[in-house]
């Protein structure tokens, strides 16, 4: 399996596992050379924003992939990690629909967590 698609699934179980709603995987590939993929979350409140975030940067280090830049810190309502070919982008409810990456990025295909 393509590492990308290891981050992707590892990344979405780490999310599940801390209760990430509305989880969806964007294959970005064909759109943007960026990334092959963002994988996008939300959380209820800053403290699941946080929990989901560690729990994703614990789960994929231990499956051999360290994270390359993060941004956002322990009070944002926004995280993004940066695993090279993937993006990680964990929310908040409202931040999220402000951002509304789903839209700005609707080229990219979304794929489910079976398809990969």
């Known amino acids: 399996m393509k590492d990308a698609a290891v981050i992707v699934k590892t990344a979405y179980n780490a999310m599940t596992d801390k209760k990430a709603q509305d989880i969806s995987i964007i294959d970005i590939s064909g759109v943007s050379v960026i990334a092959d993929y963002f994988v996008i979350c939300s959380g209820d409140n800053t403290l699941q ?21 993060v941004e956002g810190n322990r009070s944002s309502n926004w995280v993004l990690m940066d695993y090279g070919d993937v993006v990680v ?10 951002y509304d990456l789903e839209r700005i990025w609707r080229d990219g295909k979304n794929v489910s967590i079976d398809e990969l």
């Open 49 to 69: 924003v946080q929990a989901i975030q560690s729990n994703v940067d614990e789960m994929l280090s231990k499956a051999g992939f360290d994270v390359k830049r």
């Open 89 to 98: 982008h964990i929310f908040s409810k409202e931040d999220r629909l402000f």
